[in-house]
């Protein structure tokens, strides 16, 4: 399976005092790849239709980072889908500069709606959504 992949530079903002990027800029650039995704694929990443509101907000995320990243490094983003779920993604990331690894996790998101500021409630994922997921990955 292929996964997709963007690259992210590291800013000076994205470090910490000591000069290392900060361990929830991995989180950032893993969601930035994921609507990259979205975006190539063509697919709604959040959809506002009058008062409703349909995404997938983040439920669970794990990592382990594996090397300090610092200010200036290109890091490489790869993210492959673990489950396709009837209700759920969960994805597989890992990071790295050149060859070296910095970061591996998972992130499991879950497509829900609500209407105007009321609870959101999980929904199944679009067919639209899975099939050409399903398809870019070859699935």
Same mark, same amino acid.
């Given at each position: ?13 994205? #470090?910490?005092?000591? =000069?290392? $990027?900060?361990?929830?800029? $991995? ?9 990259? *995704?979205?975006?190539?694929?063509? *697919?709604? %990443? ?5 008062? /409703? ?12 980072? *594996? ?12 993210? #492959? ?5 009837? /209700?759920?993604?969960?994805?597989? %990331? ?36 899975? #099939?050409?997921?399903? /398809?870019?990955? =070859?699935?």
């Amino acid at each position: 399976m292929t996964p997709f992949v963007t690259e992210h530079r590291a800013n000076f903002a994205d #470090t910490d005092a000591a =000069g290392i $990027v900060h361990f929830s800029t $991995v989180f950032f650039w893993v969601e930035a790849t994921e609507e990259a *995704l979205f975006r190539e694929l063509r *697919l709604p %990443f959040l959809r506002a239709e009058g008062a /409703k509101l349909t995404g997938f907000p983040r439920v669970r995320v794990e990592c382990d980072f *594996l090397s300090p990243i610092y200010r200036e490094d290109v890091v490489t983003v790869a993210l #492959t889908p673990v489950e396709i779920g009837d /209700k759920k993604l969960v994805w597989g %990331f890992t990071a790295a500069v050149s060859e070296r690894a910095v970061a591996k996790g998972s992130l499991t998101t879950v497509y829900a709606w609500r209407e105007a500021q009321g609870p959101m409630s999980a929904a199944l994922v679009p067919l639209e959504i899975k #099939t050409a997921l399903q /398809k870019r990955f =070859g699935l």
